[in-house]
């Protein structure tokens, strides 16, 4: 099943299908099978906010403002070093307006982290980490945005399917490295298999659930 999961795998992103994917009339650059089990722990934890980095073009936001909007609860929390959202139709800007907040700026400034934390400390959040996957960056952007994350929470590292998970690119270690480093002093953060059961994901060990309460220090006990 692997063998066969990852060929669809390679051929999904060397032919950029996920370019082809929208919602509400906006480009949402996610794997459907993603989208489906992140629609699923959002309505079983029912977030105050969603905090996404890396909104790109906003379909992603829309569809997570969508599930909230359906629960009657929540915002999503969105942050991206450009302003590309597209309110190219009413339903599109409405459902933005009334369950979007958007900062412009890197995900991993004081500045931008500052603002979202006065948002969102003590909530119940689940964040989704999609800006620029170098591991450095992710791993920055790990440390600080689990620290707004409770017990149930889920933090998900997206694109770790990258530098050989299955697929190749240029850049060296990405997310998947990231993870990996990560963890091994974060134990108060597990994987989720449960959030690969459709077989396919972008996101392989990504999917991070916060099992602990974390140590004096900010981060879980070492080993």
């Known amino acids: 099943m692997k063998r066969i999961s990852d060929s669809f795998h390679k051929h999904y992103e060397e032919n950029r299908i996920w370019e082809k994917t929208s919602w509400l009339g906006i480009p949402m650059w996610k794997l459907p099978f993603d989208a489906f089990i992140i629609q699923e722990l959002i309505f079983k934890f029912k977030p105050d906010y969603i905090i996404e980095t890396g909104t790109n073009f906003g379909g992603s936001t829309l569809f997570y403002a969508s599930i909230l909007e359906?629960?009657?609860?929540?915002?999503?929390?969105?942050?991206?070093?450009?302003?590309?959202m597209q309110y190219n139709n009413p339903i599109a800007k409405k459902l933005l307006d009334k369950r979007v907040i958007s900062f412009i700026g890197s995900s991993t400034s004081p500045e931008v982290f500052q603002q979202v934390e006065k948002l969102a400390q003590g909530k119940r959040n689940i964040a989704l980490l999609d800006s620029w996957h170098s591991k450095r960056h992710v791993l920055q952007e790990?440390?600080?945005y689990s620290k707004l994350l409770t017990i149930g929470s889920h933090m998900i590292v997206e694109d770790t399917?990258?530098?050989?998970?299955?697929?190749?690119?240029?850049?060296?270690?990405?997310?998947?490295?990231?993870?990996?480093?990560?963890?091994?002093?974060?134990?108060c953060f597990k994987v989720d298999p449960k959030c690969e059961k459709l077989e396919m994901t972008f996101n392989p060990g990504g999917y991070l659930k916060k099992v602990l309460h974390e140590s004096k220090g900010g981060c879980c006990a070492s080993r």
């Not at 009657?72 to 590309?84: A, Q, S």
Request: net charge negative; aromatic share 8%; with cysteine.
């Open 70 to 84: 359906l629960l009657g609860h929540g915002c999503v929390i969105t942050v991206d070093i450009d302003n590309k």
């Open 142 to 144: 790990m440390k600080l």
């Open 161 to 187: 399917h990258v530098s050989g998970h299955p697929i190749d690119w240029e850049w060296g270690e990405g997310p998947f490295e990231a993870v990996q480093e990560f963890l091994d002093i974060h134990h």
